[in-house]
């Protein structure tokens, strides 16, 4: 399809409410949500996307109740050992962008894994920000800047990206599941002309249906980058 953003942002809100609404636990919609990121993130990839970018944890996630906290932990470490071979298979990178410090080292192992199993992978990145702060990773790329002596006046703000947790092009289009209006602290530098989409599902009932919906939504915006209006 022509004209499809190249680089996707999704903000995967609304498990908790959406295991709610249904008696169980939030842990729950956790799970049911990591299951619709594989299908969802696969459906994606076949549209011609190049780049899916989602937040699995902030940094201010930690705050959560530590039984939470651990249940996500556990759960990526499960699905990036076992499920996460299929990323391997179907030729898509995977890469994390987040901070590593507080991290445990079980995940950060299970990171670095599949990391490495995928990195030759040429056909899309998915990039899951996993201990992530939008500000804090402006802060760690003026450390790098800084750390490598780079003449900052001669810093582009194209130049900028490289120096981000991933070198990966502008995010195209953002998608925040359950209703809520807000950026979080994602991505904050990435999106700088991003078009936004708020719908009102819950992320594990965020499938393909929706998708389309929202692709359509993206493909009638009248994107101009500060530019005017063509004629
Ligand atoms: C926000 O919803 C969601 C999270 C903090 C976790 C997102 C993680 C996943 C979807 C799992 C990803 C899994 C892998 C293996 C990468 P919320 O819990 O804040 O929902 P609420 O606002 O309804 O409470």
Same mark, same amino acid.
């Given at each position: 399809?022509?004209?499809?953003? %190249?680089?996707?942002?999704?903000?995967?809100?609304?498990?908790?409410?959406?295991?709610?609404?249904?008696?169980?636990?939030?842990?729950?919609? #956790?799970?049911?949500?990591?299951?619709?990121?594989k299908?969802?993130?696969f =459906?994606?990839?076949?549209?011609?996307?190049?780049?899916?970018? +989602? @937040?699995?944890?902030?940094?201010?996630?930690?705050?959560?109740?530590?039984?939470?906290?651990?249940?996500?932990?556990?759960?990526? +470490?499960?699905?990036?050992?076992?499920e996460f071979s299929e990323y391997k298979k179907k030729?898509i990178?995977?890469?994390?962008?987040?901070?590593?410090?507080?991290?445990?080292?079980? +995940?950060?192992?299970?990171?670095?894994?599949?990391?490495?199993? %995928?990195?030759?992978?040429?056909?899309?990145?998915?990039?899951?920000?996993?201990? =992530?702060?939008?500000? =804090?990773?402006? *802060?760690?790329?003026?450390?790098? *800047?800084?750390?490598?002596?780079?003449? *900052?006046?001669?810093?582009?703000?194209?130049?900028?990206?490289? =120096?981000? @947790?991933?070198?990966?092009?502008?995010?195209?289009?953002?998608?925040?599941?359950?209703?809520?209006?807000?950026?979080?602290?994602?991505?904050?530098?990435?999106?700088?002309?991003?078009?936004?989409?708020?719908?009102?599902?819950?992320?594990?009932?965020?499938?393909?249906?929706?998708?389309?919906?929202?692709?359509? *939504?993206?493909? #009638?915006?009248?994107?101009?980058?500060?530019?005017?209006?063509?004629?």
């Open positions: 399809m022509t004209n499809v953003p %190249t680089h996707v942002a999704i903000i995967m809100d609304g498990n908790g409410r959406w295991a709610k609404e249904r008696n169980m636990p939030r842990t729950y919609g #956790h799970k049911k949500g990591s299951e619709n990121l299908k969802l993130s =459906y994606i990839f076949d549209q011609g996307i190049k780049y899916l970018s +989602v @937040y699995c944890f902030s940094t201010e996630n930690f705050n959560r109740p530590q039984e939470e906290v651990d249940y996500l932990m556990n759960l990526f +470490v499960e699905k990036f050992q076992t030729n990178r995977v890469v994390f962008s987040g901070r590593r410090e507080n991290l445990r080292a079980d +995940v950060l192992k299970a990171m670095d894994t599949i990391t490495e199993e %995928t990195k030759e992978n040429t056909r899309a990145t998915l990039n899951l920000c996993l201990n =992530y702060g939008g500000q =804090y990773e402006v *802060i760690d790329a003026m450390k790098k *800047i800084i750390q490598e002596n780079i003449a *900052i006046e001669k810093i582009t703000p194209q130049d900028l990206y490289h =120096y981000m @947790y991933q070198d990966l092009p502008p995010v195209d289009f953002v998608i925040r599941t359950s209703g809520e209006k807000r950026l979080s602290n994602f991505m904050l530098y990435q999106s700088s002309y991003a078009e936004f989409y708020f719908p009102e599902t819950y992320f594990p009932a965020f499938d393909e249906k929706e998708f389309d919906k929202a692709l359509d *939504i993206y493909l #009638h915006r009248d994107r101009r980058f500060g530019n005017i209006k063509e004629k």
